[in-house]
């Protein structure tokens, strides 16, 4: 086994290592679809950041998970791969973690470890 597929297995781990490591995600496709079993991943919801300019902490709310790539397209997989929808009359894709309904901004998928950050926005169904 090369690094590569080192480095995928010991991820695969930390993501989706039932309730030690990984968390239980539901996400749903715009067109209703979510997977038959609930998706393993890792969520994150921080609530400060560095001002660049300033290095003074500041209050702001960053929220993502991180799913495995094969889990998205395994055989009762995804339609389509998670994508941020900025028009505000189509339905967005929408996640479920960790008690709270988010809506997909945008996602920056990591080929090399086959992984996806979706990076969220608070979401509430109208």
């Known amino acids: 086994m090369g ?3 080192q480095a995928q297995a010991d991820l695969a781990i930390t993501l989706e290592a039932g309730t030690e490591f990984g ?6 496709a715009p067109n209703g679809f979510s997977s038959v079993v609930a998706l393993q991943g890792q969520t994150q919801d921080i609530g400060a950041a560095l001002d660049p300019d300033t290095g003074v902490t500041v209050s702001a709310r960053l929220a993502s ?14 339609p389509s791969f998670p994508e941020g929808i900025a028009d505000s009359d189509s339905l967005p894709w929408t996640v479920l973690a960790e008690g709270q309904l988010w809506k997909i901004q945008r996602t920056m998928p990591d080929r090399t470890l086959d992984v ?6 608070f979401y509430e169904n109208a």
């Not at 968390?23 to 749903?28: A, E, K, N, Q, S």
């Not at 998970?65 to 995804?78: C, K, P, R």
Request: aromatic residues 4%.
């Open 3 to 5: 690094i590569r597929e």
């Open 23 to 28: 968390r239980t995600i539901v996400l749903t």
């Open 65 to 78: 998970i991180t799913l495995q790539l094969a889990t998205l397209v395994s055989e009762d997989g995804y």
């Open 116 to 121: 996806v950050v979706c990076i969220l926005e």
